[in-house]
């Protein structure tokens, strides 16, 4: 059994459903557009009640595919697996070169600042260009699922819809078939067992170790939540990597529930949780949208092309911060146990897997060559400064777009920064235009970057008082953990 | 620390729901990071294939079609939406050998060689020198398909000269294949 | 039979043409052999070398089926320096005489040049050639098979000729064709074309004269020659009028006494008659076309209405008209009007024969054809007697 398929059952996700879904998302279409970590949960069922709203988006795209002349099979294949590089910007230009050349070809149809919207019986209805990528690649999916058998059947319930006259009523009937049809595909391919055993676990834990008629999520609750069950006879959940990423999805969906809710009855949103409001996280990160690592988009050709990062030093090391954002912060020191102890478990577990011999597994279990805090406070302020002189950089490269008044007192800066960092990418300050949009997209996503960064920083700093202090915290850390792997792992030295 | 106000009974089947859809979210977008993994065909690369954007013949594509009749049914789907010339069931029954098909706008015969007994021509004629097709492709039984690279035309005339042993020319005497030229 | 292998000689080295075919196709072909990939870049010319005012076609055509599919060995790159070699390797297939990949030739036939619409040739790069084929040469003559070049006319010194090899330096296709005899104990051998030019142009002897028919009604006087077409081809032959039997004739004079007009002491001495041209044993139709030879004579009977037989198209190399009199200023002049079908190079529905004063020209039938080509020959004197003949030439 291989390091693929162990990940794959640990995972719960089916061989058929990654394959699919890995073909469609990290082929040159979608590089670089973060479609992945959006398409994922349309897939898998999450929104709640509005589970199927992206089906409904993907059927009014759809019809004003046909607005724009894509009213037939072939139009619509074009429209929706013909394009080379599927990004925002190259779907409006698409889109927008369709009608210079030949216009409208159905009433009711018209661009907005973001997108297009279209008006049935007096209800409109907008997508935005934003939105495109992730519904071409829902498309996309679709057409693939149940060894592609329900290409034809979804074809034909699109050209039915498109055939006018089109209605909102039509559109909601096709939505709502193609909605049945996912249901019955989720039920067949998502793995959610072993997800739901988790809650299962989760949530009476939350309930006991809580205050009444509260769930109190922290740093300890995770902790004691994955040595109570870490180590049991029956179907551990034994990874504290797992644990955090449960309890982080869980707070994302409290929070996502809870604001449809004050959104719904238009409660205010503040940091009075005794008055039944929720804390919002005061950085960047913000609770009421998805948060989204903003590391996604230097997947993108023309960003990879330019060495932002270095991979090991510069970009690894604030992975896991960027993708869990804000509850990064809100659980500074589970976090902090995620980035030092669950590569150490992995060792251990690899060690065992691979009978790397008992002084390996000892080691691991010893917590000897587990990385310190401070070592990562150490690396985080070095990626901190990096992505400053980044962000220098990338306005010097697009200083000629920028305030000349506001830039002239960090130009000599921004022009050192740029000639410092002797690496691919920044050998032309003068670049193309292709290049320039990297850095344009790079230089709106560094900011949020150096946010997470700075608040993480802060929330490291607030948990000591002195300089010992951490290494205090993670002493204490490494004993509890040392004592756990033990108990989990130590009769297999 | 975050504090939530404990779910109620009614929403609490609601979060599971949630959490497990998000969890298996997770797993799916992680799980198709990086490395050596495989993947699947997508749709997309498929529909390159039958507007021959991608070449014919492509092993990887062959592979998948050969072996998901869905896929099959799909790619005869997309190559037959095309604008191109479309030429379906030949009407008359034959005696023998590839009947002629006619489609606006084209006519496709054969005329056996004379110099080669082996071997028959297969001789295309377009009315509009303009719309000239790279490539043929023929889907017969089971949805299955044979292509073949069309040589260029002269004067709105494509001639080619295939073995009658030929895939190709097999599924053109079934009365009942589509043929598309794009 | 004979077979001699044809090469295209070019930049890159030596093709050969491996098979001409006709081919019930909509339009000529020229495919590489080994896996009838079309050739497309020269596949424009091709169709129009062999067809309509091609040389191909006006030299052997029309045809039925009209279209070939020639089979070359390699590419051959765009670019005209094929015809040459296509021109002689259609000649040779014609007689079946083209040596395929899978014969023993005995001959092998190296050649290039550019023909232009009135058959004349050119070539380049004939140096560069040469130099590509040095292996086909030094092959071809170690096998003591025989090695002709063929090039236009003054584009190879005598200093660049090829070791053991027969070159002919031509400035007219047609003569290449007549210069690569193929005889039928052996190999090809070159004849020199003044010899053959030579007699092409001989005199006719107007002094032999035929049985002649009387026409009832009609006179006519019938001369034939064939002559330069529109597009420049010429072709004429002037042949020995010496039949080795009798053949069927109008006499003018008693065509127009019939007609109620007095003849002419000049008209009196007119006689016309109409042969058969057709293969004989040691002459084939292509001889007769382009070699000169004079085929076997078979006497086209004439009815009393001045229609002749029917005369059946196997095996037919043309039709002889001759005019049987040293006094031909009686005649003003001669024409072929075409009801139906046509004779090779001649498209149009009538064409002048000229000049009168030849003694016999022959008319030339299409090596194929489907319908029967269907004429008459009209004479008009400078007395004013207007007399016609008729003939069918059956498919």
């Known amino acids: 059994m291989n390091d693929e398929v162990i990940h794959l059952l640990r995972a719960g996700a089916t061989e058929g459903i990654a394959t699919a879904f890995r073909g469609v998302v990290h082929g040159p279409r979608f590089a670089g557009t973060t479609v992945g970590v959006r398409l994922a949960p349309i897939l898998t069922g999450a929104g709640g009640a509005n589970r199927d709203t992206p089906i409904y988006e993907l059927c009014h795209f759809a019809a004003m595919a046909a607005a724009l002349g894509y009213d037939d099979s072939n139009g619509r294949f074009l429209f929706f697996l013909g394009m080379e590089r599927v990004t925002p910007a190259a779907v409006r230009r698409f889109v927008e070169e369709t009608v210079d050349s030949q216009g409208w070809a159905r009433e009711g149809h018209a661009f907005t600042e ?90 009476p834990y939350l309930t006991e170790n809580s205050p009444n008629g ?24 034994r990874e504290y990597a797992t644990v955090f990423e449960a309890f982080a999805t869980l707070m994302r969906v409290i929070r996502a529930g809870a604001v449809a809710e004050a959104a719904s009855d238009a409660r205010r949103l503040g940091t009075d949780f005794e008055a039944g409001e929720i804390e919002v996280a005061n950085d960047s990160g913000t609770v ?89 406070e150490e690396i985080l302020t070095g990626v901190l400064d990096h992505i400053g002189r980044l962000q220098l950089a990338a306005m010097h490269v697009l200083r000629a777009e920028v305030d000349e008044d506001a830039f002239a007192p960090i130009a000599e800066q921004a022009r050192t920064a740029f000639e410092e960092l002797r690496r691919k990418g920044f050998d032309d300050d003068d670049p193309g235009e292709d290049q320039r949009e990297a850095f344009q997209v790079a230089a709106d996503a560094l900011p949020r970057i150096a946010g997470q960064l700075r608040g993480f920083l802060e929330r490291m700093r607030e948990m000591e008082q002195g300089e010992s202090e951490l290494n205090q915290i993670f002493a204490d850390d490494v004993a509890l953990f040392s004592r756990q792997f033990h108990a989990i792992y130590g009769h297999r030295r | ?170 599924a053109l005497e079934d009365p009942d294949s589509n043929i598309a030229l794009m | 039979m004979t077979k001699t292998a044809v090469y295209i000689a070019t930049t890159n080295g030596p093709v050969r043409v491996e098979l001409i075919s006709q081919e019930d196709i909509a339009r000529s072909i020229v495919v590489k052999s080994a896996d009838f990939v079309p050739l497309a870049d020269i596949a424009e010319e091709y169709q129009h070398f062999v067809s309509g005012n091609g040389p191909v076609a006006r030299a052997f055509g029309p045809f039925d089926p009209p279209m070939f599919s020639m089979e070359l060995s390699a590419e051959i790159e765009s670019g005209r320096s094929w015809h040459l070699a296509a021109f002689i390797a259609h000649g040779l297939a014609a007689e079946n005489r083209l040596a395929g990949p899978k014969d023993e030739p005995e001959a092998v036939v190296w050649a290039t040049g550019v023909m232009g619409n009135n058959f004349s040739v050119a070539a380049e790069h004939i140096g560069l050639k040469i130099e590509h084929s040095r292996a086909l040469f030094k092959e071809t003559t170690s096998a003591g098979i025989a090695l002709h070049v063929v090039v236009p006319d003054g584009s190879l010194d005598e200093a660049d000729h090829v070791p053991l090899a027969t070159h002919h330096h031509v400035s007219d296709a047609r003569a290449a064709l007549q210069s690569l005899n193929v005889t039928s104990d052996g190999a090809l051998s070159a004849m020199e074309i003044t010899a053959s030019t030579d007699r092409a142009n001989q005199a006719p002897t107007s002094k032999k004269w035929r049985r002649a028919w009387i026409i009832g009604g009609i006179s006519a006087l019938i001369l034939a020659i064939v002559t330069e077409n529109t597009t420049g081809w010429i072709m ?132 194929t054809f489907k319908i029967p080509i269907v004429y008459k020959i009209r004479l008009v004197t400078r007395a004013g007697s207007d007399v016609s003949i008729s003939h069918k030439v059956m498919p």
């Not at chain 1, 996912?182 to 793995?191: G, K, Q, T, V």
């Not at chain 2, 779910?7 to 599971?16: D, E, F, N, T, V």
């Not at chain 2, 377009?126 to 023929?138: D, F, I, Q, W, Y």
């Not at chain 3, 009196?268 to 041209?277: C, G, M, R």
Request: a neutral charge.
């Open chain 1, 288 to 376: 009421t949208g998805e948060w989204e690592s903003p590391l996604g988009v230097f997947n993108h050709p023309n960003l990879k092309s330019i060495r932002f990062f270095k991979g090991e030093g510069e970009r690894a090391p604030i992975e896991r911060l960027m993708e869990f954002g804000p509850d990064a912060q809100r659980l500074a020191r589970a976090f902090l146990r995620l980035e030092s102890f669950a590569p150490t478990q992995n060792v251990i577990s690899n060690a065992i897997r691979f009978k790397r011999g008992p002084g390996a597994i000892s080691d691991g279990i010893a917590c000897t060559n587990t990385l310190a805090y401070l070592s990562f």
């Open chain 1, 114 to 203: 973001r997108g297009m919207r279209a008006n049935y019986d007096q209800e409109p209805f907008e997508v935005w260009f934003d939105r495109a990528p992730v519904l071409m690649a829902l498309f996309e999916f679709l057409t693939g699922i149940d060894d592609v058998t329900f290409f034809r059947e979804m074809d034909d319930l699109l050209q039915e819809m498109v055939t006018p006259p089109v209605t909102l009523r039509g559109i909601k009937d096709t939505a709502n078939r193609i909605s049945s049809r996912m249901r019955l595909w989720r039920r067949a391919n998502i793995a959610w067992a072993a997800h739901e055993e988790r809650f299962d676990k989760i949530a």
């Open chain 3, 236 to 367: 004429t032959e002037m042949l020995n009028l010496s039949p080795e039997k009798p053949t069927m004739s109008v006499a003018l004079a008693e065509t127009t006494e019939k007609q109620g007009i007095q003849p002419t002491p000049l008209e009196q001495n007119v006689v016309v008659q109409l042969d058969e041209i057709r293969a004989s044993s040691d002459t084939s139709c292509a001889g007769v076309h382009f070699r000169g030879g004079l085929g076997n004579l078979v006497p086209v009977r004439m009815n009393g209405d001045g229609v002749g037989a029917d005369s059946a198209g196997g095996g037919l190399c043309g039709i002889q008209i001759s005019l049987s009199s040293v006094e031909l200023l009686s005649v003003e002049r001669v024409s072929i009007e075409t009801v139906a079908g046509n004779f090779v190079g001649h498209s149009g529905n009538s064409f002048n024969l000229a000049p009168v004063s030849k003694g016999s020209w022959r008319l030339f039938v299409p090596r």
């Open chain 2, 1 to 170: 620390m975050t504090r939530f106000k404990a779910p109620s009974a009614a929403s609490l089947a609601g979060i599971r729901e949630e959490f497990t859809a998000l969890g298996a979210a997770r797993d799916l977008a992680n799980e198709s990071d990086g490395g050596d993994v495989a993947i699947k065909l997508p749709m997309s690369r498929v529909y390159a294939y039958a507007n021959g954007r991608i070449s014919y013949p492509d092993i990887g594509i062959e592979a998948a079609l050969a072996g998901t009749p869905g896929l099959r049914a799909a790619f005869r789907r997309l190559v037959m939406a095309a604008p191109t010339y479309r030429f379906e069931r030949a009407i008359a029954a034959s005696e023998g050998g590839p009947l002629t098909r006619r489609t606006e706008g084209a006519e496709i015969r054969f005329s056996a060689s004379r110099a080669h007994k082996d071997r028959i021509y297969i001789i295309i004629e377009l009315a509009s020198p303009e719309r000239t097709p790279k490539t043929m492709t023929v889907f017969y039984a089971d949805d299955r398909a044979v292509r073949l690279g069309l040589p260029i035309a002269q004067a709105g005339i494509i001639q080619l000269l295939v073995r009658k042993d030929s895939g190709i020319l097999r």
């Open chain 1, 214 to 237: 509260y769930w109190v999520i922290d740093d300890e609750v995770i902790f004691g939540f994955w040595v109570l069950h870490s180590n049991t006879e029956k179907k551990p959940i």
